[in-house]
Nanobody
Framework: QVLLVESGGGLVQPGGSLRLSCAAS????????IGWYHQAPGKQREWVAT???????NYADSVKGRFTISRDNAKNTVYLQMNSLKPEDTAVYFC?????????WGQGTKVTVSS
């Protein structure tokens, strides 16, 4: 059984930081590209960042320079370091593991950026 579990969300003030984690089990983690997405209330899910199996990274323009995605294959975990958070970053954040036809999602972790 494949399981992805996100954690690290919470309430933070504008300008603050959070680190999200996505822990995977049931897959050969190092083979998978992992993506982070977010979904704000009343909006569609949007892509945030991806890290490939080889470790190359890509970011949405809205988070470039503020967010950093990384992976630790020994821990089957991908991280999303989020700095300089803005109210518009408020959303539920999901991770996605993808390899060929395999596509697995976690349940999400909520991030609220508010003073």
């Amino acid at each position: 059984q494949v399981l992805l579990v996100e954690s690290g969300g919470g309430l933070v003030q504008p300008g603050g930081s959070l680190r999200l984690s996505c822990a995977a089990s049931g897959i050969i983690f190092s083979f998978y590209a992992i993506g982070w997405y977010h979904q704000a209330p009343g909006k569609q899910r949007e892509w945030v960042a991806t890290i490939s199996a080889a470790g190359s990274t890509n970011y949405a323009d809205s988070v470039k320079g503020r967010f950093t995605i990384s992976r630790d294959n020994a821990k089957n975990t991908v991280y999303l370091q989020m700095n300089s958070l803005k109210p518009e970053d408020t959303a539920v954040y999901f991770c996605d593991a993808r390899l060929g036809d395999g596509d697995y999602w976690g349940q999400g972790t909520k991030v609220t950026v508010s003073s």
